[in-house]
């Protein structure tokens, strides 16, 4: 509703969108996003809006009474996630369990999406890895937005895929780690930090605003209540100064992934054990077949 007020106000005035983002010192997205009930605007902002289009405080009253931090609840969610991470300047991430989205290589991603019923349709495992995959372009370009990323030591030792997967999963957290805009820290099992319950992710954004967003079982929480994400802002970097540092991180990475590599190897001598212990036994039980006597020539 407030969007198809700010719509009607701006176009009675006989603006574009693009020419009131500029009266309002912003980007022409912002409106359109407002306009669409994607995103609010900032409380200045629709002030300021409200003297250009002459509405005599009758935006700013319907905007005061939105309940903008209401959790989302729309099966969407995650696609509003994804589209502020998008844009997103700087993300800061815990992640329990599971590598991080924007982290992830593809062949531990493909092993994530193929579990279930999922590994039934290859087509949709295909689409949701290249959908997975396109997300990381802009944080993996030169100048990319900053990524700090705290995993907890379950990410390391969740074992997706098997281990050969691991090991490019570990291969790939290295690499990206090298990246002057990426940073990876790992909280271990026996952290003497307080955590955070569940995953979380603080995202600002190019008109400064910031947002916290987390996931239940069946929902995403979004809040931008300035309170809310400072308090979640301080916790993270108290966190980040506690658990182990880049350096060590890379070291406990490291040794994961010479512990997957040598699963690895050894998984695949057991099988080559096994196929050959197969094929002797086959061989013997050729042999040991009953003896069906030949008549000698000259008998």
């Given at each position: 509703?407030?969007?198809?007020?700010?719509?009607?106000?701006?176009?009675?005035?006989?603006?574009?969108?693009?020419?009131?983002?500029?009266?309002?010192?912003?980007?022409?997205?912002?409106?359109?996003?407002?306009?669409?009930?994607?995103?609010?605007?900032?409380?200045?902002?629709?002030?300021?809006?409200?003297?250009?289009?002459?509405?005599?405080?009758?935006?700013?009253?319907?905007?005061?009474?939105?309940?903008?931090?209401?959790?989302?609840?729309?099966?969407?969610?995650?696609?509003?996630?994804?589209?502020?991470?998008?844009?997103?300047?700087?993300?800061?991430?815990?992640?329990?369990?599971?590598?991080?989205?924007?982290?992830?290589?593809?062949?531990?991603?493909?092993?994530?999406?193929?579990?279930?019923?999922?590994?039934?349709?290859?087509?949709?495992?295909?689409?949701?890895?290249?959908?997975?995959?396109?997300?990381?372009?802009?944080?993996?370009?030169?100048?990319?937005?900053?990524?700090?990323?705290?995993?907890?030591?379950?990410?390391?030792?969740s074992v997706v895929g098997g281990p050969q997967v691991m090991r490019c999963q570990m291969e790939h957290l290295l690499a990206a780690g090298e990246r002057s805009n990426i940073t990876i820290q790992v909280a271990r099992f026996d952290a003497y930090?307080?955590?955070?319950?569940?995953?979380?992710?603080?995202?600002?954004?190019?008109?400064?605003?910031?947002?916290?967003?987390?996931?239940?079982?069946?929902?995403?929480?979004?809040?931008d209540a300035p309170a809310i994400v400072e308090e979640h802002r301080a916790d993270f970097d108290v966190m980040r100064g506690d658990v182990l540092s880049v350096r060590d991180s890379r070291a406990l990475i490291a040794d994961a992934m010479e512990?997957?590599?040598?699963?690895?190897?050894?998984?695949?001598?057991?099988?080559?054990?096994?196929?050959?212990?197969?094929?002797?036994?086959?061989?013997?039980?050729?042999?040991?077949?009953?003896?069906?006597?030949?008549?000698?020539?000259?008998?």
């Amino acid at each position: 509703m407030f969007g198809e007020a700010l719509r009607f106000a701006r176009e009675q005035s006989g603006y574009t969108q693009a020419e009131l983002g500029k009266l309002l010192h912003c980007d022409r997205t912002v409106v359109t996003r407002a306009e669409g009930g994607q995103r609010p605007m900032r409380a200045e902002t629709v002030a300021s809006c409200d003297d250009l289009l002459q509405m005599g405080g009758l935006l700013l009253k319907l905007f005061e009474r939105v309940d903008w931090q209401a959790d989302i609840e729309h099966p969407d969610w995650f696609q509003k996630y994804v589209d502020l991470e998008a844009e997103a300047m700087s993300v800061r991430a815990f992640q329990f369990n599971r590598v991080n989205g924007l982290l992830q290589c593809e062949e531990y991603a493909h092993a994530l999406f193929s579990l279930g019923n999922a590994r039934d349709n290859p087509g949709l495992v295909k689409e949701r890895v290249m959908a997975r995959l396109s997300r990381q372009a802009r944080y993996f370009q030169p100048g990319g937005p900053l990524l700090l990323v705290v995993l907890h030591e379950s990410v390391i030792r969740s074992v997706v895929g098997g281990p050969q997967v691991m090991r490019c999963q570990m291969e790939h957290l290295l690499a990206a780690g090298e990246r002057s805009n990426i940073t990876i820290q790992v909280a271990r099992f026996d952290a003497y930090t307080r955590l955070p319950a569940t995953s979380m992710f603080l995202l600002v954004m190019p008109d400064g605003k910031e947002w916290l967003y987390s996931e239940s079982l069946y929902r995403g929480h979004f809040s931008d209540a300035p309170a809310i994400v400072e308090e979640h802002r301080a916790d993270f970097d108290v966190m980040r100064g506690d658990v182990l540092s880049v350096r060590d991180s890379r070291a406990l990475i490291a040794d994961a992934m010479e512990e997957y590599r040598y699963e690895e190897r050894r998984s695949s001598c057991s099988d080559l054990a096994e196929e050959q212990l197969q094929r002797g036994q086959r061989r013997r039980v050729h042999r040991s077949g009953p003896r069906i006597p030949r008549r000698r020539s000259g008998a």
